[in-house]
Nanobody
């Protein structure tokens, strides 16, 4: 079924930037809408952003609009999340997953990978 591997997390100061990557092995992204989710300590996992691999339609959760940019590279079968103007509340483990939008919510279609930790702190 293939594997999704998230990377690029780390420690950033408030106002700083990080770029996350989601690479797929043995699984072409072209059939899916791919999304980033995140889970902060003590909170439920939440949707962050999604990109449709065919029509490139993009959706962001309100809290990251204007700060985060989701993108993809078809040749590398990789998805990215450029995170600017980071805030402490962006601290979370970030995951990627194929996704579907149903009943006004985003749902992951696959099992979760290990994620990548993003910590925003001064």
């Amino acid at each position: 079924q293939g594997q999704l591997v998230e990377s690029g997390g780390g420690l950033a100061q408030p106002g700083g930037s990080l770029r996350l990557s989601c690479a797929a092995s043995g699984r072409p992204f072209s059939r899916y809408t791919m999304a980033w989710f995140r889970q902060a300590p003590g909170k439920e996992r939440e949707f962050v952003a999604a990109i449709n691999w065919i029509d490139v339609s993009i959706t962001y959760t309100d809290s990251v609009k204007g700060r985060f940019t989701i993108s993809k590279d078809n040749t590398k079968n990789t998805m990215y999340l450029q995170m600017n103007s980071l805030k402490p509340e962006d601290t979370a483990v970030y995951y990627c997953n194929p996704t579907v939008f149903e009943d006004n919510a985003w749902y992951a279609l696959d099992s979760w990978g290990q994620g990548t930790q993003v910590t925003v702190s001064s």
